[in-house]
């Protein structure tokens, strides 16, 4: 329900995105399987996320690593 009250994202958005994917996924992504995930995974994975309203042919190498970073950086902030 409150979906259509969050505003839309893009690539360049990888706090948003990164929130999102571990909202997803919680603590079943840690640190070494995140950086282990094939980029044609990541890059479903977000296209799949409520909000994300980016292009799958503006979507690049950078921005999946930087989604990757940002992951990473979410569990952390997650983990006690």
């Not at 950086?35 to 409520?50: A, G, H, K, N, Q």
């Not at 690049?60 to 970073?69: D, F, P, W």
Request: charged fraction near 35%; charge should be negative.
């Amino acid at each position: 329900m409150t979906e259509k009250f969050e505003l839309p994202f893009y690539w360049n958005d990888y706090e948003d995105i990164a929130m999102g994917l571990y909202e997803k996924f919680g603590d079943e992504f840690g640190e070494d399987r995140i950086y282990r995930i094939r980029f044609t995974d990541l890059l479903e994975w977000v296209l799949e996320l409520p909000n994300f309203k980016g292009k799958r042919e503006d979507c690049n190498e950078g921005h999946l690593e930087m989604i990757q970073s940002k992951w990473v950086y979410e569990w952390r902030d997650n983990q006690n």
